[in-house]
């Protein structure tokens, strides 16, 4: 029963790796999804900040400042959001690799307990079976006198 429970074990907490494998993965692309979002923002930011700059120096009309303006300010907005995100996302990655970490030892212990139990097994089922060849054949020996 125990040899069961061992090897049932093994396999939960390989589950559990598998799962938080998958769950890490997903969470880095989606980082990474974030950073490279993030880059392009601050790459817009940046140009239409140069605009403003340069328009501001040419002379602008008060609508167009405010529109420039408005626009720059929804952009880092999401700017902000998305270091939020990737933060968010760093944060989560760096929690599953505890998680898979922790697995990963418990899944080691489990395996291990499973291979002294086998090993355990076989020498009990090769000490009854000495034993049965034994008796067989002191059987034989008792027929035969």
């Known amino acids: 029963m125990k040899h069961k429970t061992f090897s049932l ?14 769950k890490i993965k997903n969470i880095y692309l989606h980082k990474k999804k974030h950073i490279k979002q993030l880059k392009l923002l601050s790459g817009y930011q940046q140009e239409y900040l140069r605009k403003i700059h340069d328009k501001l120096i040419l002379g602008v009309s008060v609508h167009q400042w405010q529109n420039y303006n408005s626009f720059i300010s929804v952009l880092e907005v999401i700017i902000q959001d998305n270091i939020n995100t990737i933060k968010k996302d760093e944060k989560i990655i760096q929690e599953s ?11 080691n212990i489990w395996k291990h307990l499973n291979m002294i139990h086998k090993r355990k097994i076989l020498r009990i089922k090769k000490i009854k079976d000495a034993i049965i060849n034994d008796s067989h054949i002191q059987l034989k020996f008792f027929k035969k006198v």
């Open 9 to 22: 074990l093994e396999k939960i907490e390989k589950k559990k790796i598998e799962k938080e494998t998958i």
């Open 97 to 107: 690799f505890k998680i898979w970490s922790k697995n990963q030892i418990q899944g």
